[in-house]
């Protein structure tokens, strides 16, 4: 008697708890697909069965509306966004892409010709560029000619007074170096010799006393001797001292009013080797100043980065990443929207079907409990 009512106490206890189990774990795992099942309402008449369609299917603008409302406000919001621009490991980053795809361009062919000639012909490219390099000089010229050339050149004017006594010096040694040449010298003796003959009598009475070739010889050679002194080169600095100073005391439009050529832009503009500029390497073409260019990289991509980061609210604004979002999820289909919710959530769906098995055993357990001391 003891032994069967042990055996009946048992069997009891465990089949209303396995079946409290599967009752509790059934139910939530039917209630979780409800969520995403039926995908349409399901009809009796022209009675509507409860629960149909699935709550996902049934709320879906609902859930597009405040997934893209929740994008906005909790995860692409203006300071994270910010935040993250002015990251210094997404500079990094940002500077080492940047860093790579110069030196992928500086390995081209063509300064512009090649990277370009997939998108657009580049005769076209290169008269456009001319077109624009005209227009820009144009109406540089014309908002400028009231200017002193010392205003237009700005620090430039410093540079090249600065560099006067080396262009002094270099003239000077240039033309000694020059008419001490066997070439020079020849030239020089010509011209004296031509000046002395066209003298008339003059030039006979210099010749008769003194002999053509003596007296050539002696100019030259004075000629020479002045040029060697030191002070020469400083007279040439004196010189171009002068002209400089009236030189950019002197208006922009009154020096190229004295040339009077049609058009300053186009002449200008005409005798760049544009052309040329598009076809070469652009190691080539930038020469010593690839490193710098390099070099101004992290400086580039920081601006960059800063006038993004101030604009962020205008980005965000002309994104305007709620609508998309929203237009993105309006466009899932049902078993997309069941793939993404699964895919985030999945973990957590099986743990809640097993919660509602362990509730449910539990319950079972309890009420065999209950049923055993009331029987």
Not at 33 to 52: D, E, S, Y
């Amino acid at each position: 008697m003891i032994l069967m009512s042990f055996s009946h106490v048992f069997i009891t206890i465990s089949l209303l708890t396995i079946v409290g189990a599967v009752i509790g774990g059934v139910t939530n795992y039917i209630a979780i697909k409800m969520l995403f099942k039926p995908t349409r309402a399901i009809m009796i008449g022209r009675f509507r069965l409860p629960f149909t369609p699935g709550l996902i299917p049934r709320r879906r603008e609902e859930i597009a509306v405040q997934l893209g409302r929740l994008v906005m406000k909790h995860l692409i919001t203006e300071d994270r966004l910010r935040m993250k621009i002015q990251d210094p490991a997404f500079a990094e980053q940002m500077n080492h892409i940047a860093e790579k795809r110069i030196r992928e361009w500086l390995d081209q062919s063509g300064f512009w010709e090649a990277p370009l000639s997939r998108w657009v012909d580049a005769d076209v490219l290169t008269e456009n560029i001319r077109k624009k390099l005209e227009e820009a000089l144009r109406n540089h010229l014309q908002s400028s000619k009231s200017l002193t050339m010392n205003e237009v050149m700005g620090s430039w004017a410093i540079a090249i007074e600065s560099r006067l006594p080396k262009v002094a010096q270099w003239v000077a040694r240039s033309l000694i170096a020059y008419l001490d040449s066997p070439e020079g010298r020849n030239k020089v003796l010509e011209q004296l010799n031509a000046v002395f003959a066209g003298k008339g009598f003059f030039g006979n009475i210099l010749g008769l006393f003194l002999g053509n070739q003596s007296l050539v010889e002696k100019i030259y050679s004075e000629l020479l001797a002045l040029l060697k002194r030191p002070d020469f080169a400083a007279m040439i600095e004196a010189i171009l001292n002068e002209e400089w100073h009236k030189l950019k005391n002197r208006s922009l439009g009154e020096v190229l009013t004295a040339f009077q050529p049609a058009d300053w832009a186009t002449l200008i503009v005409e005798r760049l080797p544009i052309e040329k500029w598009g076809q070469l390497p652009p190691q080539k073409l930038l020469g010593e100043f690839k490193e710098d260019w390099l070099k101004v990289i992290p400086k580039v991509v920081h601006s960059l980065l800063n006038l993004l980061a101030e604009r962020v609210p205008e980005i965000l604004e002309m994104l305007n990443l709620e609508a998309l979002v929203t237009d993105q999820v309006r466009q899932f289909s049902i078993q997309e929207l069941e793939d993404v919710v699964l895919m985030i959530s999945k973990k957590e769906f099986k743990m809640i079907t097993y919660l509602g098995a362990l509730l449910g055993g539990a319950i079972g357990f309890i009420q065999a409990g209950v049923v055993l001391m009331l029987g």
